[in-house]
């Protein structure tokens, strides 16, 4: 079964760091672009990042020089590092795959998501 | 930054009207348009991609049609199970999402 699953969500205070990762089975990570998305609580979806191969990715403008999306195709994981965490990055942060490796694509599939909340 | 704007934001239909949503790209972005369904509580779901491609296994009563800046996506006779929250996305470059529209049984 194709799956992803997250997790490294918690509660953490501002200014802190935080390390999500995404657990992909039943494809190779590195096969498809991969994206974050993120939904704060009762909004709508924000993507975050995107990582298109080993050395192209993009960014959001909310989250560019403090989150780094990153790929281990070993462990066919993926991961987001978060840095300078403040109130505003607190959601649900879901990982996406792409349906295509090769162009740009809709997100067919979506992990459950794990919830971070940046709290004093 | 190309924005989606999708309109209206919320709707209230009788089970097995006709319901379009419109979503509209303020720069060009040929047909790299998505439609994703989020249920309250649940995991967003692919619908249609390249503006108008039913996903595997999404029910014949959703469609999506456009084109460059302007997009629709149709339920052509809203069912119980269709109450959810849609959001537009484009995926050329950035994958920015629409701010979404929810829609509610009458």
């Known amino acids: 079964e194709v799956q992803l699953v997250e997790s490294g969500g918690g509660l953490v205070q501002p200014g802190g760091s935080l390390r999500l990762s995404c657990a992909a089975s039943g494809f190779i990570v590195n096969s498809h672009y991969m994206s974050w998305v993120r939904q704060a609580p009762g909004k709508g979806l924000e993507w975050v990042s995107s990582?298109?191969?080993?050395?192209?990715?993009d960014y959001a403008d909310s989250v560019k020089g403090r989150f780094t999306i990153s790929r281990d195709n070993s462990k066919n994981m993926l991961y987001l590092q978060m840095n300078s965490l403040g109130v505003e990055d607190t959601a649900v942060y879901y990982c996406?795959?792409?349906?295509?490796?090769?162009?740009?694509?809709?997100?067919?599939?979506w992990g459950q998501g794990t919830m971070v909340t940046v709290s004093s | 930054d190309n924005q989606m704007t999708q309109s209206p934001s919320s709707l209230s239909a009788s089970v097995g009207d006709r319901v379009t949503i419109t979503c509209r790209a303020s720069q060009g972005i040929s047909n790299y348009l998505a439609w994703y369904q989020q249920k309250p509580g649940k995991v967003p779901k692919l619908l249609i991609y390249?503006?108008?491609t039913l996903q595997s296994g999404v029910p014949s009563r959703f469609s999506g049609s456009g084109s460059g800046t302007d997009f629709t996506l149709t339920i052509s006779s809203l069912q119980p199970e269709d109450v959810a929250t849609y959001y537009c996305q484009k995926y050329n470059s950035a994958r920015t999402f629409g701010q979404g529209t929810k829609v509610e049984i009458k």
């Open positions: 996406a795959r792409e349906k295509s490796n090769a162009w740009d694509d809709a997100f067919d599939i």
């Open positions: 390249d503006a108008s």
């Open positions: 990582l298109y191969t080993a050395s192209s990715t």
